[in-house]
């Protein structure tokens, strides 16, 4: 039985980590919605009302539908969904996509629906027979689990797609539902956390006192990892202040957690060692007690960090790429067990990317997309498609245009699109008067994409708002 119930806490734990009050501790807390703009534009005799600075709803797309009818769905601000639907059959289902738009500059988490058992029909979900709802960020995705793509970036827009299934109690019920989709702020969550370690070049257990500890232990063994398991938990300790745990919908969780110090870019970027490796970036591994995995193989959640680089201030660490989701079996480290780093493999995913592209992490060798499997491999690979499609399409040059044209300054949409293009100013470079903008060819794959996938949503929210 335990194992069952570690086994449900570990396919859940990238649903629910942010940091609460208590220290060392981690959570994903509910949002808060920021307050609406009140700012006006008049231009030309025309009022027009920017946005709402906050992350809600802007679509609602019924998709398909099987032993059922008279389907009624709308919503309300932030991210109501309210569903009237009749003449349920025993296993019929709707599906619908929703679409949600991140109109702020901080990164959004989705958590799952919520709701009120209080509300007509609602008191059937995930009662006996009654109704089941399902979410998931792809609509061919057959995972339980939402993973490393369900965020909502600064300004971007995201779909969902929400399955209500219909069991033997709701056959032939009138049932109106309600929901809340709820998202959470990434507030220091994780990795966040220790990104501010890296930057923290003053705390006695700051930046100095980590590299000092992987310079000594690969000085004595030759080792370029730390986890907080046997001998090195007091490290871990004077870094985040305590034990490493994490939140799962209320229940406290311990969670293994490996630092590793090499070069996972295949750049000059990073950290060296004294006498060894050269260009290290630091990645950070985390994982749910693979103890009690039934398999022997944990989730593991893992995202690199490195300093320097395109337009980088030297010495800035920053996150390198996505926060990536895969499975590693767990071994002897030390006096305790952890997770095997160099058995780890990538989780199946797509991507969605500039012009209908998509791209593919952690399939089998030969696919046509993508062909890595561990996560120095995906971070390090400098992939020449994915270049040539951002030059291509000239979104670069058509959101030059827009950012640098007066006649677009008070448009909605306007300051989202030049925000996301900004972001991405580092890593590309500007040529006859903005008749040629291209994507440098020193930056990676990892540092580029989320800018670009950030630059080409908002470009498509601009051109929504601005037909």
């Not at 990434?186 to 501010?196: E, G, I, N, P, R």
Request: glycine share 8%; net charge negative.
């Amino acid at each position: 039985m335990r194992g069952l119930r570690r086994t449900i806490v570990i396919l859940f734990a990238s649903l629910f980590v942010a940091v609460t009050g208590v220290y060392a501790t981690w959570k994903y807390s509910e949002a808060t919605p920021q307050s609406s703009s009140e700012r006006v534009n008049v231009v030309m005799n025309e009022i027009t009302f920017a946005p709402r600075e906050t992350l809600h709803i802007t679509a609602v797309e019924l998709l398909e539908t099987s032993g059922a009818d008279s389907i009624s769905v709308h919503f309300t601000h932030p991210t109501y969904l309210a569903t009237t639907i009749s003449s349920s059959q025993t296993n019929g289902s709707v599906t619908y996509k929703v679409t949600v738009w991140n109109n702020t500059g901080v990164t959004y988490w989705y958590l799952g629906p919520n709701f009120d058992r209080a509300f007509e029909s609602n008191g059937l979900i995930g009662a006996q027979g009654g109704l089941t709802i399902t979410t998931k960020d792809n609509s061919d995705d057959t995972s339980n689990t939402f993973n490393n793509a369900d965020w909502v970036p600064p300004y971007t827009t995201r779909d969902f797609y929400i399955t209500y299934r219909f069991g033997i109690n709701a056959q032939g019920a009138y049932l109106s539902n309600l929901i809340m989709l709820k998202f959470g702020i990434k507030m220091d969550a994780v990795h966040d956390q220790f990104l501010a370690i890296l930057n923290d070049k003053t705390s006695a257990n700051g930046y100095h006192y980590l590299t000092e500890i992987f310079e000594q232990r690969y000085k004595e063994t030759g080792s370029t990892v730390i986890a907080n398991v046997g001998e090195d938990e007091e490290i871990f300790d004077n870094l985040f202040g305590g034990q490493l745990t994490i939140d799962v919908d209320g229940e406290t969780v311990p969670v293994t957690v490996m630092i590793r110090r090499e070069n996972v870019d295949g750049r000059a970027t990073g950290d060296n060692y004294d006498s060894g490796p050269t260009g290290c970036e630091y990645t950070l591994y985390i994982t749910v007690d693979a103890l009690d995995s039934p398999t022997g193989e944990a989730m593991v959640y893992a995202v690199s960090y490195s300093s320097g680089g395109v337009g980088i201030t030297d010495g800035t660490w920053y996150q390198l790429g996505q926060l990536y989701e895969g499975t590693a079996p767990r071994e002897s480290y030390g006096d305790g067990v952890a997770f095997d780093y160099t058995e780890w493999e990538a989780t199946a995913k797509e991507y969605e990317f500039i012009g209908g592209k998509t791209y593919k992490v952690g399939y089998e060798q030969g696919d046509q997309y993508d062909k890595y499997k561990t996560l120095e491999e995906i971070m390090s690979a400098n992939d020449q498609d994915v270049f040539n499609d951002i030059d291509n399409t000239g979104v670069l040059r058509t959101v030059y245009a827009i950012v640098y044209s007066s006649a677009n300054y008070n448009k909605p949409g306007y300051e989202g699109l030049r925000t996301a293009f900004e972001r991405a100013a580092p890593f590309y470079d500007v040529y006859n008067g903005g008749q040629e903008v291209k994507v440098r060819r020193n930056a990676t794959r990892a540092e580029i994409l989320p800018y670009m996938i950030a630059i080409q949503h908002a470009l498509d929210y601009y051109n929504q708002v601005n037909p």
